[in-house]
């Protein structure tokens, strides 16, 4: 929550579960801050996500173990991360 810490991320799925939209909201930054993790949730465990932006792929048991390091040394940064579940 940005109440309790500067830094919040919020996870949406489509209805189909085929795309995973995360947000990424740093509100202040500090330096050489450690990278946030974000685990995501309601995945198919068994299953691949593509990030077209950065050409990279996840199991869906990765993500939801281990998930994405998000910055945090900067103020008011946002980051939007589009998965596309692959078949």
Known sequence: SPFE???????FISK?????????F??????????KRVILQ????DGYYEDEIKN???SGA???NVGLL???D?????KITVLKKLK
Do not use: N
């Open 56 to 58: 990279r792929r996840y």
């Open 62 to 64: 990765f993500l939801m």
């Open 5 to 11: 810490e500067p830094f919040a991320a919020w996870q």
């Open 74 to 78: 900067e103020d008011y940064i946002s």
């Open 26 to 35: 740093v509100l202040r930054g500090r330096p050489a801050e450690v990278p």
């Open 16 to 24: 189909d579960s085929e795309t995973v939209l995360l947000f990424a």
């Open 70 to 72: 998000h910055k945090r």
């Open 42 to 45: 309601a995945l198919d465990e």
